[in-house]
């Protein structure tokens, strides 16, 4: 699918299913990159609802100039600073679940050693600056060409670029300190 825009024209002529289609294939990804601005997963949920409500209430201020996921991770971002500007500060304390792993003690050992990897690399991202980690994300994790991750932050290509080159170069320093076997 084009990233949805079909599906939003269909809507558009009427047909409501359509619509569910583009939340099915694109409403956890703007979640995931809402929640890196936020660090809150309800909020970015809050967030990300409101964004695709704005393409029900406003259904022609989407002018297919740009993809639809384009369209709406811009959206995501704007929301998402403007709930930063607005929130108060209040510091949460997140409580890890315990789960049950009913796997061989080799299994485990996997499956925690690739834990400890995502958790590192997760806090790594958390530490670079906003515009590094909303490139990174952009382009590694949502898979968006240079230049509609450049049209979402609002810069240019080659921002962009730089911005990956001092991403990739941080978190290396950063990841080597917490030791080369996460490498």
Known sequence: MDNGASSYRRFLDGDESAFDEIIKELFDSLVFFIDRYVNDYHAA?????????????????????VKLKTYLFMLGRSRALNYI??????????????????????????????????????????????????????????????????????KSRKQIDNLLYRAKKELRVILRKDGELLL
């Open 45 to 65: 949920e809050d967030i990300a609802i409101d964004c695709f409500s704005d393409l029900v209430v406003n259904r022609h201020r989407y002018n297919f100039k």
């Open 85 to 154: 500007k607005h929130r108060r500060v209040l510091t949460f304390v997140e409580l890890d679940e315990a789960e049950n792993i009913s796997a061989e003690q080799g299994k485990l050992e996997e499956t925690l050693l690739a834990d400890e990897r995502k958790k590192a690399v997760n806090e790594a991202l958390k530490s670079l600056p906003d515009d590094m980690r909303a490139a990174v994300h952009l382009i590694y994790f949502e898979e968006l060409t240079y230049d509609e991750a450049a049209g979402i932050m609002k």
